[in-house]
């Protein structure tokens, strides 16, 4: 049985670690995703700690990555890890091939082989479009110091926790998030629908934990990912937070008692909320 989560108490540092050795410590570490998860439904939670749920490679997740990667790393980093083409050509008809194609599919897995993904000539031309809009607002204030993708780990309401940080100054508590997104002006409502909340709460707390002697605060960069491609940047106010912490605190209690009542062995339930009792609409 793997260890409990809070039979260990790590002090909460700055650790050195990629994108794959972050993901592969799941099982290690609950994040806010994983948290998210967890209140959705724990059998499916404990399937992704033992490695039993993988996730499908997503084309726009792929791409947010890449976008990440060009803006808050730069373009230099980029350019190491991405190749900007279409594809092999068909013969045939003189055009790339589809990317559902077993030549596409070929020629990219060299490239992953070499370290290396494919961004298109389109994406990349968005990513330029994102790029020079988030660099006529106060981002560039926000990325001027500090360093992107950070990761943190130590403990949060006793529960062994890790974060990655899309962007972090640690002299000034500052916490940056990139979120790309369809329509700028329902972002505040997508805030709160797709849990940005508990997620930069999260975040704040595992800052708190590196004992800074300033309070952190948090920011969001939203950028649209077609025309007109506006951004902006909000700054998450710490009422918003502070209730979204709360929120944690009761999920990461519940997710102790269930470990300490049914270990990892046992089935975990498949839903904290429904199928229990009969309910009405």
């Known amino acids: 049985m793997p260890k409990l989560p809070w039979q260990s ?69 980029f350019h190491q890890r991405y190749e900007i083409a279409e594809g092999p050509i068909n013969e045939k008809t003189g055009k790339p ?25 389109e994406e990349f031309t968005r990513m330029n479009a994102m790029a020079e809009s988030i660099a006529e607002t106060d981002a560039q204030q926000l990325l001027h110091i500090g360093l992107p993708e950070v990761t943190i780990r130590g403990e949060l309401h006793g529960v062994r926790c890790q974060s990655r940080l899309d962007f ?50 948090v920011y969001v960069i939203a950028a649209e990912k077609s025309e007109p491609f506006r951004s902006h940047v909000f700054e998450v106010s ?5 209730l979204a912490a709360e929120q944690i605190q009761g999920s990461l209690l519940t997710y102790r008692q269930l470990v300490a009542t049914l270990g990892f062995d046992r089935p975990w339930p498949r839903s904290l909320k429904f199928g229990r009792t009969v309910t009405q609409l």
């Open 238 to 242: 710490p009422e918003t937070l502070d």
């Open 9 to 77: 108490h790590p002090t909460t540092q700055i650790v050195p670690c990629t994108v794959a050795e972050y993901e592969q410590a799941r099982g290690q570490f609950m994040g806010s995703h994983l948290l998210d998860l967890f209140n959705h439904s724990p059998r499916s939670c404990q399937w992704k700690m033992q490695g039993l749920l993988q996730e499908a490679s997503r084309p726009a997740y792929d791409l947010g990555r890449a976008i990440h990667c060009f803006i808050l790393e730069g373009p230099t980093e």
């Open 168 to 217: 972090f100054n640690r002299d000034a508590g500052w916490i940056v998030d990139l979120k790309t997104c369809e329509d700028l002006d329902r972002f505040s409502r997508d805030f709160s629908r797709f849990g940005y909340d508990r997620q930069l709460a999260f975040y704040r707390g595992m800052v708190q934990g590196l004992g800074l002697p300033v309070q952190p605060r």
């Open 97 to 121: 091939f589809g990317r559902d194609s077993k030549a596409w599919q070929e020629w990219n897995e060299e490239l992953l082989a070499q370290g290396r993904q494919v961004i298109n000539g």
